[in-house]
């Protein structure tokens, strides 16, 4: 039985721990905490640890899920926790005042894990983003020289979830999915 | 001030044993309240710490079926780290010396961590 391990990461509030419990097929642990700074961050409770659960897939293979705390003062848990990874989601919360600061703040923090592994980034929260716009996130991209999966998703949703999961996956063995070859065909 | 009764409980418990040599009260997100440690500790890194140890240790001792935590105890060869709720909505974070008389820690540990609670 095979164990994979990915790590969902991103600024407070973008979604980390939704993501998991949508994507989860296990009640999850979560380690939320009553935040004191509840006002500024946009509400009222906060991971202090980690998230934990896992996706049990047909072939009996589990990806196991981990959430990282959002605060900078955590850090020391995005350590632990890419410990054995094979790759690496971002969320950005697209409402936030400054958020392609936010995305480049997390490639930077985790460039040595993305560049052994790889990472798919999902923009959230943009149902309450007046002009989403992920141009900005490409070209900062492009600019950290990374050529990954990007678009927006709704951590709620569980479709749009495992579209970032997959094209994760994806990146790491472009063979997952692909269709068995067809048979030879003649036609141009 | 609640902070400087806070501040008092510390003195008083880093006084009680040399044992005991820095102490901190922090709220469960990880957030310093208060503190008497080192200069060369980092009040966040502390607080941070100590918010995530506790909260880990909660819900390890809910799954694996030990009830309610109580404490949790860590120990380098260099000496101790003791993390108790404090109320509901704080932590207070002792460190002891590798040398400490556990049993006389715990207890003055416990006795003001229920003072604290009643000042958070």
Redesign the interface.
């Known amino acids: 039985m095979h164990h994979h391990k990915i790590i969902f990461t991103g600024p407070v509030g973008s979604g980390k721990t939704t993501a998991i419990e949508t994507l989860s097929d296990v009640p999850v642990v979560c380690t939320d905490q009553r935040a004191t700074d509840s006002n500024e961050i946009g509400k009222p409770n906060t991971t202090v640890a980690m998230d934990y659960g896992k996706i049990l897939l047909k072939s009996g293979e589990t990806i196991h899920l981990y959430g990282t705390p959002g605060q900078d003062r955590f850090d020391f848990m995005w350590d632990i926790l890419t410990e054995g990874g094979i790759g690496l989601i971002i969320l950005v919360d697209d409402s936030n005042t400054n958020p392609s600061d936010d995305l480049a703040r997390f490639l930077t923090a985790f460039s040595d894990f993305i560049h052994q592994t790889a990472v798919a980034i999902g923009v959230t929260h943009t149902d309450i983003t007046v002009l989403p716009d992920l141009q900005r996130y490409h070209r900062l991209l492009e600019r950290f020289e990374l050529c990954c999966p990007l678009f927006e998703a709704d951590a709620r949703d569980p479709r749009d979830m495992s579209r970032l999961m997959e094209s994760l996956l994806l990146s790491l063995d472009p063979g997952i999915h692909a269709p068995p070859p067809e048979d030879n065909d003649e036609t141009t | 001030m609640r902070i400087d009764m806070i501040d008092s409980v510390l003195s008083d418990l880093n006084g009680s044993s040399a044992d005991i040599e820095a102490s901190s009260v922090v ?5 310093i309240i208060a503190a008497q440690l080192p200069s060369t500790m980092d009040e ?2 502390v ?3 100590s ?3 506790l ?2 240790g ?2 390890t001792a809910q ?1 694996l079926g030990r009830g309610t935590l109580d404490q949790v105890l860590v120990k380098g060869d260099e000496g101790y780290v003791l993390m108790i709720h404090a109320g509901p ?1 704080a932590v207070l974070t002792v460190l002891a010396k590798a040398s400490a008389r556990l049993g006389l820690v715990f207890l003055d540990v416990k006795r003001a961590a229920e003072s604290i609670a009643k000042l958070v």
């Open positions: 709220s469960t997100d990880g957030l966040d890194r607080g941070a710490m918010a995530a140890m909260s880990l909660d819900r799954e909505d």
